[in-house]
């Protein structure tokens, strides 16, 4: 059997197994890591090390390959793995006496998994968690697969074949084994293919309007106009091609556009990935129609969904968006919030070795909870049975309907309604704190808190919660002062104390955060360390030669090579949101340097994201704001004033997606944006300094006349 056929057996597992505690073994290496997914295997009798010159050093002395395992820490398939092989005596010896073995965090080290999901897609052609790479002492992979077994069935290779053919083949096939390693590194480091004069495909790859167009029609031509959404299942929110379609929707006024997004929305929060009792989305829906999803809740979707859901919103006025987002950001600010301020990453899919068992519910249950004329509103509020919906007799909370349409049927007020359910919800809710909890990954990453600050921001800035935005500041807070180097580098993980530099993601999403934030509040402190971030990311990550963004450091020293991306994954490309951060500084700050910089970004972007538009969504909503016309205001009086509390209240109601909002006031301001020096009050009153585009409007003073110069209706 060759290492080919090996990875092509591994590329589909069985999906499903309980994790266990195995405390009572004795610890490896990993007992010292901060990481809580690392501690989770530091009793198995796996001899793990973690990412580090001792592992390498050791595969080198003792001529063994590497067995990579990467994960996180409320993945369901991690621990599936977990518990069938690397918590097994027996697959445990056989891995220690052919690997040096190490396990990564992925959260923790999202530069390693970059580069080794994308050696498995071109290996495999899949990708996903639990990662399993075998390479060589100089981080070269020759194998990769996902979730193995430990024993093989149904023409699938398990743990205890494949790790005696890796061994023997290491022996034997050496040569064949480090050139497929040596030429499948060469593949990674070439990257992309880019287009060239020579070829005829400059014109196609054009980075301009026609770009954003191919977008629209590529999700148009994807759309489930029976459930929302995008493909089939298994079905992500991916709520950043939602961002990019109201973009669309207020660029071209295409009622498709908005059509998809509200379609979309509006299944997503009456479907099974909702938690309709304690907020909150979980991570995807197992099948096409929102109803089963996977149970894990991830900090990011958290914030990327309240982005969406508060943008639609604005966009519509309708009331159920901002329901959704508060829901969404009460369960953040309850369950995901560290008392110094930061936001923790993730809560598991499991609780008590089963996938969901916190959230579901059997009708016995319920009953338990409610009074008989509560269930039976349950029933018909939800699609709830006495035999279930979902496995094994229980329940996932599904609604039937919307709670106006549901009102209209009962002949009660849609308030009276909605009265009665926060009354059950309440009680199911407590009842339900009483279980087993899911595991709460309690690290605080740089990154996803950035887009949470944003997502704070951006909600407190439209539905009008002071609360919201306090919030945001003070994990902005926590950041900037506990997680920078001396040299104001970002530090990517904080878990008893920060640690790991870090990665462009980390820069891009703070800044965004940070921009948002003082959008909402005007505190100066938080636009200039935007731009000092701003700053180091361009001097530690900017590519001299191609252009764009690494993903790693200039001083990285331990990965075998510096990955560049620009396609979305389950959060937007760093690259792409760099773009966007760059072209709303330049209009912040007045430096042209910054917009310069971002069509630089634009074009080193613009050959990959040609071919396939589907995956570059948040490089056209930048795209979309770079190409303008973009509305830059500038606000001169205090943000105490009430004519300045008046027109921004004008600007936060609308969806206005291009502009950028600068209070021009005060020394501090000026030193970052030299033109607010000569902006000032008209007769006493705050005025609103307006350009679009390239040209400038006389200063305004009321929020009638804003929104008429901004073409906008009251």
Not at 103 to 131: H, S
Not at 230 to 247: C, E, I, T, V
Not at 270 to 295: A, C, E, K, Q
Not at 614 to 640: N, W
Request: charged share 25%; aromatic share 10%.
């Amino acid at each position: 059997m060759t290492i080919k056929t090996i990875v092509i057996l591994m590329a589909n597992g069985p999906n499903h197994i309980r994790s266990p505690s195995t405390l009572s073994k004795p610890a490896n290496r990993l007992i010292s890591e901060k990481s809580l997914y690392l501690r989770q295997h530091a009793h198995n009798p796996v001899d793990w090390y973690p990412w580090g010159e001792e592992a390498f050093q050791a595969a080198t002395r003792e001529d063994r390959p590497v067995f990579l395992s990467i994960g996180y820490s409320t993945c369901h398939w991690c621990h599936v793995m977990a518990r069938e092989s690397f918590m097994d005596q027996e697959v445990a010896d056989l891995m220690n006496r052919t690997f040096i073995c190490i396990k990564v965090d992925r959260e923790e080290r999202p530069d390693i998994d970059q580069i080794y999901m994308k050696a498995a897609l071109a290996m495999t052609g899949r990708g996903g968690w639990p990662l399993s790479i075998i390479m060589t002492a100089d981080k070269k992979p020759f194998f990769a697969a996902t979730y193995i077994p430990k024993r093989g069935s149904l023409g699938q290779a398990g743990m205890m074949e494949i790790i005696p053919k890796i061994g023997e083949l290491w022996q034997v096939s050496r040569d064949e084994l480090l050139g497929s390693a040596d030429q499948i590194l060469d593949h990674l480091k070439r990257g992309p293919v880019q287009p060239s004069p020579q070829d005829g495909a400059v014109d196609d790859v054009a980075v301009d309007e026609s770009l954003l167009k191919k977008g629209y029609d590529a999700l148009a031509s994807v759309y489930d106009p029976q459930n929302g959404g995008f493909g089939g299942a298994p079905k992500f929110p991916s709520p950043h091609n939602l961002l990019f379609l109201l973009r669309y929707w207020k660029r071209s006024k295409d009622a498709f556009a908005l059509q998809m997004v509200e379609d979309t929305l509006q299944a997503m929060r009456m479907g099974g990935i909702f938690d309709h009792l304690g907020g909150g989305f979980h991570r995807y829906s197992t099948d096409g129609g929102w109803r089963v999803p996977h149970f894990e809740k991830m900090l990011y979707d958290q914030a990327m969904m309240a982005m969406a859901y508060t943008e639609a919103y604005q966009a519509t006025g309708k009331e159920e968006y901002s329901r959704t987002v508060r829901e969404v950001l009460e369960y953040v600010l309850r369950d995901m919030t560290s008392s110094q301020g930061g936001f923790f990453s993730a809560e598991d899919a499991d609780s008590e070795g089963e996938e969901g068992a916190y959230y579901l519910w059997r009708a016995e249950e319920l009953k338990e909870v409610l009074d008989r004329e509560e269930f039976s509103l349950l029933i018909r509020l939800f699609d709830i049975y006495e035999s279930g919906n979902f496995e094994d007799g229980r329940n996932i909370l599904i609604a039937r309907s919307t709670f106006k349409d549901a009102a209209s049927v009962l002949g009660i007020s849609e308030s009276e309604l909605r009265g009665r359910w926060e009354s059950m919800r309440a009680r199911m809710l407590a009842v339900r704190e009483k279980r087993v909890h899911p595991q709460k990954d309690d690290k605080i990453l740089a990154d996803w808190n950035g887009l949470m600050i944003a997502a704070l921001a951006k909600a407190s800035q439209a539905l009008g919660r002071p609360e919201y935005a306090n919030a945001a500041a003070r994990a902005a807070d926590f950041i900037l002062d506990n997680m920078r180097t001396e040299r104001g580098r970002l530090l990517h993980s904080y878990r008893e104390g920060a640690a790991i530099s870090g990665c462009l993601d980390d820069y891009a999403f703070l800044i965004w955060g940070l921009i948002d934030l003082y959008e909402t509040v005007f505190e100066v402190k938080y636009l200039r360390a935007s731009v000092e971030l701003t700053r180091t990311m361009i001097e530690h990550f900017w590519d001299k030669g191609q252009g764009g963004l690494f993903f790693s450091s200039d001083d990285a020293t331990d990965l075998p090579l510096r990955e560049k991306a620009f396609r979305d994954g389950a959060i937007p490309s760093g690259n792409s949101a760099a773009m966007l951060n760059l072209l709303r500084l330049s209009h912040l700050t007045g430096e042209s340097e910054w917009e310069d910089r971002a069509w630089e970004l634009a074009a080193a972007s613009g050959a990959s994201a040609a071919g396939q538009t589907l995956g570059y969504t948040m490089l056209l909503s930048s795209l979309d704001y770079g190409l303008g016309p973009a509305i830059q205001i500038a606000l001169a009086g205090r943000k105490e004033d009430e004519s300045t509390i008046k027109m921004l209240k004008a600007i936060r109601e609308r969806f206005l997606p291009s502009k950028s909002v600068l209070l021009a006031w005060g020394e501090e301001t000026a030193d970052l944006a030299e033109f607010a020096r000569s902006l000032a009050k008209i007769e006493g009153k705050s005025a609103a300094y307006v350009c679009t585009g390239k040209a400038c409007r006389p200063p305004v003073t009321s929020p009638e006349e804003l929104m008429l110069m901004l073409g906008e209706r009251n």
